[in-house]
């Protein structure tokens, strides 16, 4: 399950940028697309609102049998977890929900009852929505507003040579749940842009490999990760372990898509003031530095047997 766009149709990103030409932006806006929201100047001063716009399809994002309420905190809980992506407080959400012939009330019920608790433990309002019919399969589209002090909207440039590269939380084998069940890092983005301003960020929702290359493109430079500082989801290791089939652990850590989790970059003196606090501050939620900024463009992993290079589709090679 991850981002897709229609498989006849151009690649997502590709598109993206077809599109971006013809859009016309004021001048309030500071961020358009490009970013994990858009970010606006509405006029408060020291100020800024975030944009964001997501949704989920069954079949792409979800089975037909999923969990209801799951299937409502995982449609809500992506939006926020772009929010984290720029350090900011998620607001307020409004829902579009596409029924497909035959549904019932009660399951309608149970998807607002998973987007209604996720938006309360952080404080979201729930401020209005629409349904309409969409025969084939269901979808939930969530637009969600947000704010973040000017000083302390991270960005997915700024990131420079000799940063450290660093992500919360485990990767890879998402599939197996944790893609509906995710906390958005809210908490910990706002922390770290506070106490110790990231150069840049993004939350991985396509795999590191691809969404740290993000930040590649935008700082001109590549990065070298550690094999062994990579924390892998003990399902990623099941599921290599149980099919031949299935992606090898540190490939499924570097291409699956649906962690939800932050990738950010940080000069490398503070490391170890920042293990120290946010262990502290965040017991449940692991933190490692998995790599550093460097030069020379592209991405790099260093293991036991050399240093191979990765491409963001996964294809790995000797160098
Ligand atoms: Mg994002």
């Known amino acids: 399950m991850s981002n897709a766009t229609p498989s006849s149709g151009p690649d997502e990103f590709e598109l993206i940028s077809r599109l971006k030409a013809k859009l016309p932006t004021g001048d309030s806006v500071v961020i358009g697309v490009g970013d994990d929201c858009a970010v606006i100047d509405a006029g408060v001063p020291g100020q800024w609102q975030l944009h964001k716009t997501d949704a989920v399809v069954e079949g792409i994002h979800f089975t037909k049998d999923a969990d209801p309420q799951q299937i409502g905190h995982k449609a809500l809980g992506r939006a926020l977890s772009d929010i984290a992506a720029m350090a900011g407080t998620p607001r307020w959400a409004t829902v579009t929900l596409g029924l497909p012939d035959g549904f019932d ?8 009852d998973g987007m209604a608790a996720l938006a309360k433990r952080h404080e979201v309002s ?42 919360t939380g485990e990767l890879g084998g998402s599939i197996a749940g944790h893609h509906l069940e995710f906390t958005p890092r809210l908490a910990e983005a706002r922390w770290l842009a506070a106490h110790h301003q990231p150069s840049a960020m993004i939350d991985l929702s396509d795999g590191l490999a691809g969404d740290l290359c993000h930040l590649l493109v935008e700082a001109n430079a590549g990065a070298e990760l550690l094999e062994s500082a990579l924390q892998i989801r003990r399902e990623a290791r099941l599921r290599a372990r149980e099919s031949e089939a299935a992606k090898p652990p540190l490939l499924a850590a570097l291409t699956d898509g649906e962690d939800y989790e932050l990738c950010f970059t940080l000069g490398q ?27 020379r463009p592209g991405l790099k992993i260093r293991q036991k047997s050399g240093i191979r290079e990765i491409s963001t589709r996964g294809y790995v090679h000797f160098q």
Not at 270 to 286: H, I, S
């Open 105 to 112: 009330a009660e399951t309608v019920e149970s998807i607002y």
């Open 126 to 167: 729930l401020v209005g929505g629409e349904t309409v019919a969409n025969p084939e399969r269901l979808f939930i589209g969530v637009s969600l507003v947000g704010e973040v002090a000017s000083d302390k909207c991270i960005l997915r440039s700024g990131a420079s040579v000799g940063d450290g590269v660093w992500v």
């Open 269 to 295: 003196g503070r490391a170890v003031m920042l293990l120290d606090q946010f262990k502290q501050e965040f017991p449940g939620t692991p933190l490692s530095c998995v790599g550093k900024i460097v030069e």
